[in-house]
């Protein structure tokens, strides 16, 4: 390393943050107070201690699932048959007759004054209102969403609303593990990963499908794919889906027929079929929001928006009762073939009228089972058309029932690995994965090429949010410091009169542009000062450049990533680090700067832009 008067090169730009710490003139070479790029471990006992209240809060998470589902029915019971009870019923055998069509009105208006005077959150299917406090808010959902969302769910459905439970269940979830993270001292990390904990337990215990349960938690709301969170998440999902089995014995969600694995025609079309049901997702996604978009319009205030679109659900609803309330044995008479041909497809189209209005209307209620619903209708007619025009094909109306309900989810919500295995473990039938896969995929390309953003995050995007679902390796993570932090360094002695190193400032020799300087003293690295500490301040005359190191250095060790160091420039705010060794930490081999970390970038930018034939050229060398 050479003094001003030497040969110098890059030190760095930027501008480093006042010290709060002085170094005293006696203190001499030390790095007692150094600061170095922490080693963070993939897993601690944080974790552990996180992992435990997720399986605490499944349990709960669980027993809510129970709770909602019976709240349901006591409402359902008292609404269509005048009875006070619990016991598992449909809408669809009331005896109302026209006056049907007047509860989902007093259902909606109920639930309109409970998100005027309780909640407005309460409003929606809950999923994009979860991801937008994980994304905004740090994880923290009001508590009384604790059990306002739930109930406005069980009135909305109860009263004949055509939403699936799943929705305000996992909302329920989320709401208490956020509610948890608020109570306990936690990270905002660790308060997300107790969000989408609860959340993806709530999906568990509804559907017994724990793995796409943890999928689904990836892909929409925790942003990122690490240990400390997909670990808590996972036992939460475990221990839910074990709830379940406790209540409900361990029959799947939605029994089918087996299957027979699919020819290679076969095959293709439900690859097509997936594309087909993927354009019909981007259609149904827009049709809500331009409801939604028409209620806006409207001349009376949003609390009543609910009871309209009530109005909608009741005059359906007397056309066909199957439409109202969850519809769950609607999918599995879909997916079994028992539910087939004209009478199928107009009462998906019903159903799709009735649950886009009542949506848009901003009630509350769920939005998978009516999209497994209209997925697997149009699948099913789809495939028997298919089936009439090309029988050698050798189509499987069931198959194409089961790709399409996966395929709407996948398209609409654009988490395309939950869809696959969703419909797997909801059915268990190994032998639909194939054409799931395809479809799903296919149904994923369509929506991706049409619409921006999904029915998940279009609400977010409206409200000027951005939100970002693809997942990819940190740039900085992958390169380590001693790519582009070794090289010669212009340090200044310690001793050195402060005099001499400003008149050498104003000589314009080489270095003299750089902003910052490793201090040293025999060789050992005793600080770090900028060019405004050694021009700025008390005339120059009797001292040395130690007067002005304010603390003790903090640097990035040569094998660590540029994400560490990275990272601590933002903790101690400052523009460079020096560059030691870990074996020798007081000597300096080099430096980095924020412009560094800015370069790293470029080979990310390379990779993603630049075209080239990979045949026959040399491999970059590392750090290239």
């Not at 697997?376 to 029932?401: F, N």
């Not at 989810?409 to 969703?422: K, N, P």
């Not at 101690?572 to 370069?599: A, H, K, N, Q």
Request: include cysteine.
């Amino acid at each position: 390393m050479e003094r001003p008067e030497a040969s110098r090169v890059e030190a760095g730009q930027g501008e480093e943050a006042r010290a709060r710490l002085p170094v005293a003139p006696s203190m001499g070479p030390t790095l007692a107070g150094m600061r170095a790029p922490a080693t963070v471990d993939v897993v601690d006992r944080r974790v552990v201690f996180i992992s435990a209240l997720a399986v605490v809060l499944a349990v709960a998470a669980g027993l809510v699932a129970q709770g909602l589902g019976a709240l349901i029915h006591l409402f359902t019971n008292i609404a269509f048959f005048g009875r006070f009870s619990t016991a598992e019923v449909s809408p669809v055998n009331h005896s109302l007759g026209a006056w049907v069509i007047v509860v989902p009105v007093v259902g909606s208006l109920i639930v309109g004054v409970m998100a005027r005077y309780g909640s407005r959150a309460i409003r929606g299917h809950g999923i994009p209102e979860a991801m937008e406090q994980v994304l905004y808010n740090q994880s923290r959902i009001p508590p009384r969403m604790t059990f306002l969302k739930p109930l406005s769910a069980a009135v909305a459905i109860g009263t004949g609303g055509p939403f699936g439970a799943e929705g305000p269940i996992i909302a329920t979830g989320g709401a208490l593990g956020s509610l948890l993270g608020q109570v306990l001292r936690v990270t905002a990390d660790e308060r997300k990963a107790l969000l989408a904990a609860g959340a993806a337990a709530g999906m568990a215990a509804t559907f017994g499908a724990p793995v796409s349960a943890v999928l689904l938690a990836v892909e929409l709301l925790l942003f990122e794919y690490r240990p400390r969170s997909v670990i808590p998440v996972a036992l939460a999902t475990a221990t839910a889906t074990g709830v379940r089995l406790a209540f409900e014995g361990s029959a799947p969600a939605f029994a089918m027929p087996e299957l027979a694995l699919p020819g290679g025609a076969a095959l293709a079309f439900y690859i097509v079929l997936g594309a087909v049901v993927g354009l019909a997702s981007t259609l149904a996604t827009r049709a809500v929001y331009a409801i939604e978009d028409a209620f806006e319009k409207l001349p009376v205030h949003w609390m009543w928006w609910p009871a309209l679109g009530g109005l909608v659900v009741g005059v359906v609803g007397w056309w066909s009762p199957r439409t109202l309330g969850v519809g769950y044995t609607n999918i599995e008479d879909i997916l079994s073939g028992r539910f087939v041909g004209t009478a199928m497809l107009v009462f998906c189209a019903l159903k799709f009228v009735s649950w886009s209005v009542a949506l848009g209307s901003g009630t509350s209620g769920g939005t998978l089972a009516p999209l497994f619903t209209l997925g697997g209708g149009l699948g099913s007619g789809l495939g028997l058309l298919a089936m009439r025009l090309a029988p050698g094909l050798g189509v499987d109306l069931r198959v194409a029932a089961l790709v399409g309900m996966a395929a709407i989810f996948a398209g609409a919500s654009r988490a395309l690995l939950a869809s696959v295995v969703f419909a797997f473990e909801t059915t268990r039938q190994p032998l639909g994965l194939l054409p799931l896969l395809g479809g799903c995929a296919a149904a994923y390309l369509v929506s991706a090429l049409l619409m921006r953003h999904s029915i998940m995050t279009e609400k977010l995007a409206r409200r000027g949010g951005r939100v970002l679902t693809e997942y990819g390796v940190d740039a900085l993570g992958q390169v380590l410091v001693r790519e582009v932090g070794l090289k010669p360094v212009v340090t200044l002695d310690a001793d050195q009169s402060l005099e001499s190193v400003r008149a050498w400032l104003l000589s314009d020799a080489a270095g003299t542009r750089h902003q910052g300087f490793p201090v040293v003293k025999e060789g050992a690295l005793l600080g770090v000062v900028t060019r405004r500490d050694l021009v700025d301040g008390q005339a120059p005359e009797g001292r040395c450049v130690r007067d002005v190191v304010r603390r003790p250095p903090s640097v990035a060790y040569e094998d660590s990533s540029l994400r560490e160091a990275a990272d601590l420039m933002v903790e101690e705010g400052v523009g460079r680090l020096p560059v030691v060794r870990r074996e020798t930490p007081s000597s300096v081999v080099g430096i980095i700067t924020r412009s560094d970390l800015l370069g790293a970038h470029r080979r990310r930018l390379e990779n993603s832009r630049r075209r080239e034939r990979g045949l026959g050229g040399p491999l970059p060398a590392r750090g290239a």
